[in-house]
């Protein structure tokens, strides 16, 4: 129960310190798990719904980047930027097959 305990305080603790990168966490966990339910299951709204998640965590890290940037700033524009063009590939892939 203490292990539950622990990690159920440094969520609260992690989400007051930091409400947007905790959202963009929590945007990006939400996306894996849909993307993952889209390779089991292969039905379009998975897809959609996982890809658009990872549009709207990778826009709103390269904002949060420019207004306020972090001390590993380049690592985390590069991969948000990665993970964009990725997703946009993916919908343009989405497209075609449609």
């Known amino acids: 129960m203490r292990f539950w305990y622990f ?3 440094s969520l609260i603790l ?4 930091n ?3 905790f959202v963009e966490l929590l945007m ?3 996306a894996i798990a849909m993307l993952a339910i889209a390779s089991i299951i ?3 709204p998975y897809l959609i719904l996982g890809l658009s998640l990872v549009v709207g965590a990778s826009i709103s890290i390269l904002v949060r980047e420019a207004i ?3 001390p ?3 690592i985390t524009q590069v991969t948000a ?3 964009l063009i990725i997703s946009l590939f993916g919908f343009a892939d989405l497209v075609q097959t449609l």
């Open 68 to 70: 306020a940037p972090s």
């Open 28 to 30: 990006l966990f939400l």
């Open 72 to 74: 590993q700033t380049r």
């Open 7 to 9: 990690w159920f305080n």
């Open 14 to 17: 992690s989400s007051q310190y």
């Open 42 to 44: 292969p039905e379009t």
């Open 19 to 21: 409400p947007p990168r």
């Open 81 to 83: 930027l990665l993970l």
